[in-house]
């Protein structure tokens, strides 16, 4: 079994307002408390659904560290937490072969 750590917790409250680093989410069944990702329903900004009420098939987001330090490196940029909109961030996993599970 793989195990990773949390690196970093995020939310943001919304559209204008970048997600902020935070001590600890609460998580519930509809996502995470406060964030702009949570809820049951949500309203498309673009694509064919635009402007209609969804159900909402992402209610929280994860990226890991290494996905991140490949992205930075390709670019050559440095990314600050949060920069790509996610809610966790985890290092330690593979990627490519890992899912997680509820």
């Avoid at 909402?56 to 949060?82: F, Y």
Wanted: glycine share 12%.
């Amino acid at each position: 079994m793989q195990h990773g750590v949390v690196t970093a917790l995020c939310v943001g409250s919304g559209p204008e307002v970048a997600k902020q680093p935070v001590d600890c989410l609460v998580l519930t069944p509809l996502g995470v408390e406060g964030d702009r990702h949570a809820g049951e329903t949500r309203v498309p900004r673009y694509g064919r659904n635009k402007g209609q009420v969804v159900f909402n098939e992402r209610s929280w987001s994860a990226v890991s560290d290494e996905e991140v330090a490949e992205i930075e490196q390709r670019l050559g940029i440095t990314l600050p937490v949060s920069a790509l909109g996610e809610n966790l961030r985890i290092g330690g996993i593979d990627r490519k072969s890992t899912r997680l599970n509820s």
